[in-house]
């Protein structure tokens, strides 16, 4: 193989495909980039196995070849490179050459015909989005979803279509977030179950671009398109929890506050809040006052108002403080609504005047 292209294209597409890439010490040449010279075009793969990435670029190919690389090393070596407008790669034996006019470099090549094959998914259910919005959609639920849990149903972003909706849902049992971004094109499948670490790489190689993303889902695979990105991902095969029969229909407390008013409480009870993150918020309509408390019996106490508009009866739960304030980037309103359902009963957070974007807080056992 030998080649030259521009360096700019080149990182870009090596530092998406890096972030798929993985080490294994079973299988070393997961660790690596396959780098494919055909024709006019440079394809750069990646795969863990559990994902899978094909990134096309246009470069001067003098000859046809296959080669994998180490990925960091590769990765790292490309971006020192930061003044060179153009490189050229050219692989003999088991040894890939970096040329450039001021700089001459070899890495060691990794067992190229160990490299797993990247599945092209081609029918299945078929419709697209913008990239802007999976990323948003995904970003919105995505810390939501259980780490490691032992129900893979848990540890995944839920993807559901409804009406002309794509809904993102993703539950840990504590807490549950639900996204819904409009789709132009009605997907055809009922859900479909993405890892939750698959859906956060996900997220890392497509935030930024700016085409709309074709979606190809397939039993136990899903495909991304956008521009010379294939992104391919193993699905879950599960149910997700029927989660609208815990969703309260109604309140007995309300409060209204400006996100920026409680995120700067909240900051200030974080100091005082014990080993279990937790802080009581207190909601007393009739006495106009929503308080926000932490205890901690080696530190000491805090109890801040917050200005807010209140309804309905008194209450106050004890709620974990890093489940509570997760939820608040997710929607783009300066104004919350905190519905309290009663004791022992879901919370549920949602941006004023923004109806996409609803998140629901178990209260914790005092």
Same mark, same amino acid.
């Given at each position: 193989?030998?080649?030259?292209?521009?360096?700019?294209?080149?990182?870009?597409?090596?530092?998406?495909?890096?972030?798929?890439?993985?080490?294994?010490?079973?299988?070393?040449?997961?660790?690596?980039?396959?780098?494919?010279?055909? &024709?006019?075009?440079?394809?750069?793969?990646?795969?863990?196995?559990?994902?899978?990435?094909?990134?096309?670029?246009?470069?001067?190919?003098?000859?046809?070849?296959?080669?994998?690389?180490?990925?960091?090393?590769?990765?790292?070596?490309?971006?020192?490179?930061?003044?060179?407008?153009?490189?050229?790669?050219?692989?003999?034996?088991?040894?890939?050459?970096?040329?450039?006019?001021?700089?001459?470099?070899?890495?060691?090549?990794?067992? &190229?015909?160990?490299?797993?094959?990247?599945?092209?998914?081609?029918?299945?259910?078929?419709?697209?989005?913008?990239?802007?919005?999976?990323?948003?959609?995904?970003?919105?639920?995505?810390?939501?979803?259980?780490?490691?849990?032992?129900?893979?149903?848990?540890?995944?972003?839920?993807?559901?279509?409804?009406?002309?909706?794509?809904?993102?849902?993703?539950?840990?049992?504590?807490?549950?977030?639900?996204?819904?971004?409009?789709?132009?094109?009605?997907?055809?499948?009922?859900?479909?179950?993405?890892?939750?670490?698959?859906?956060?790489?996900?997220?890392?190689?497509?935030?930024?671009?700016?085409?709309?993303?074709?979606?190809?889902?397939?039993?136990?695979?899903?495909?991304?398109?956008?521009?010379?990105?294939?992104?391919?991902?193993?699905?879950?095969?599960?149910?997700?929890?029927?989660?609208?029969?815990?969703?309260?229909?109604?309140?007995?407390?309300?409060?209204?506050?400006?996100?920026?008013?409680?995120?700067?409480?909240?900051?200030?009870?974080?100091?005082?809040?014990?080993?279990?993150?937790?802080?009581?918020?207190?909601?007393?309509?009739e006495h106009k006052k929503f308080e926000v408390e932490s205890k901690n019996q080696d530190i000491g106490e805090n109890k801040d108002t917050v200005p807010a508009a209140l309804e309905g009866k008194?209450?106050?739960?004890?709620?974990?403080?890093?489940?509570?304030?997760?939820?608040?980037?997710?929607?783009?309103?300066?104004?919350?609504?905190?519905?309290?359902?009663?004791?022992?009963?879901?919370?549920?957070?949602? &941006?004023?005047?923004?109806?996409?974007?609803?998140?629901?807080?178990?209260?914790?056992?005092?």
């Amino acid at each position: 193989m030998k080649i030259e292209a521009i360096r700019e294209k080149l990182v870009e597409a090596v530092s998406r495909a890096e972030k798929v890439a993985q080490r294994n010490p079973t299988l070393p040449v997961l660790s690596g980039l396959s780098l494919e010279a055909l &024709g006019a075009m440079l394809t750069i793969r990646a795969t863990n196995l559990d994902l899978g990435i094909s990134i096309h670029i246009p470069v001067k190919v003098e000859k046809e070849g296959h080669v994998v690389v180490p990925a960091q090393v590769f990765s790292a070596l490309l971006n020192s490179l930061s003044k060179e407008k153009s490189i050229s790669l050219s692989a003999e034996g088991q040894v890939l050459s970096v040329n450039t006019p001021s700089t001459h470099s070899s890495v060691k090549t990794l067992a &190229g015909e160990e490299f797993p094959i990247i599945p092209e998914i081609g029918g299945g259910s078929n419709f697209s989005i913008p990239a802007k919005d999976l990323v948003t959609g995904l970003k919105a639920v995505l810390y939501a979803a259980a780490v490691g849990s032992i129900k893979p149903e848990l540890s995944s972003v839920c993807l559901i279509h409804e009406a002309e909706a794509l809904v993102f849902v993703a539950t840990d049992s504590f807490r549950l977030a639900e996204k819904r971004v409009k789709v132009k094109k009605i997907p055809n499948f009922t859900q479909i179950l993405i890892p939750q670490k698959n859906a956060s790489e996900i997220v890392r190689i497509f935030d930024g671009v700016d085409d709309d993303i074709a979606i190809t889902i397939e039993e136990n695979q899903i495909a991304f398109r956008a521009g010379s990105i294939y992104l391919t991902s193993r699905t879950i095969d599960g149910q997700f929890p029927d989660y609208k029969q815990i969703i309260p229909t109604e309140s007995v407390s309300r409060a209204v506050v400006l996100k920026q008013d409680l995120l700067s409480s909240l900051k200030t009870s974080l100091i005082f809040s014990d080993s279990f993150n937790q802080l009581k918020l207190s909601v007393s309509p009739e006495h106009k006052k929503f308080e926000v408390e932490s205890k901690n019996q080696d530190i000491g106490e805090n109890k801040d108002t917050v200005p807010a508009a209140l309804e309905g009866k008194d209450i106050s739960v004890s709620v974990n403080h890093r489940y509570l304030t997760d939820g608040f980037s997710s929607t783009p309103a300066d104004s919350l609504s905190l519905a309290f359902a009663g004791e022992g009963r879901p919370i549920v957070v949602e &941006g004023v005047g923004d109806k996409s974007f609803r998140y629901l807080l178990m209260p914790m056992n005092r």
